[in-house]
């Protein structure tokens, strides 16, 4: 699965980006897949409290219907703060590398028999 998300996001927004994303996690493993996601954020600003706040539930929600794996490409390191922040907060550490480019990132998460799928 690929997220791209760009600029400063809204509560409006981020609440109907995490139901269309968790939505689609849930469906994926449904399938027996274990959902690895390729994260764009590289156009991302840091964002409100309140959607942080959705963020960190959506996370917590995606790695309970079947997320094994995220590899995030964030270009701010002001945005990687409030990420690694609101990372911690769901769990969201545990399953999450984040990547320079686009090409690691990929390599990443295709690699077999890491201890991460067997989560």
């Given at each position: 699965?690929?997220?791209?998300?760009?600029?400063?996001?809204?509560e409006?927004?981020?609440?109907?980006?995490?139901?269309q994303?968790?939505n689609?996690?849930?469906?994926?493993?449904?399938?027996?897949?274990?959902?690895?996601?390729l994260?764009?954020?590289?156009?991302?600003?840091?964002?409100s409290?309140?959607?942080?706040?959705l963020?960190?539930?959506?996370q917590a929600?995606?790695?309970q219907?079947?997320?094994?794996r995220?590899?995030?490409?964030v270009?701010?390191?002001?945005?990687?703060?409030?990420?690694n922040?609101?990372?911690?907060?769901?769990g969201?550490?545990?399953?999450?590398?984040?990547?320079?480019?686009?090409?690691e990132?990929?390599?990443?998460?295709?690699?077999?028999?890491?201890?991460?799928?067997?989560?």
């Amino acid at each position: 699965m690929e997220v791209t998300l760009e600029g400063t996001i809204r509560e409006d927004e981020m609440l109907q980006f995490v139901e269309q994303s968790v939505n689609a996690v849930k469906s994926l493993a449904e399938q027996g897949r274990g959902v690895k996601v390729l994260a764009d954020l590289r156009q991302l600003r840091t964002t409100s409290p309140e959607a942080a706040e959705l963020l960190r539930q959506g996370q917590a929600a995606a790695i309970q219907a079947g997320m094994r794996r995220i590899a995030e490409i964030v270009g701010s390191e002001l945005t990687a703060l409030q990420l690694n922040r609101i990372a911690r907060g769901s769990g969201m550490d545990r399953i999450l590398r984040r990547f320079q480019s686009e090409e690691e990132a990929r390599a990443w998460l295709f690699e077999p028999n890491d201890a991460l799928d067997a989560a």
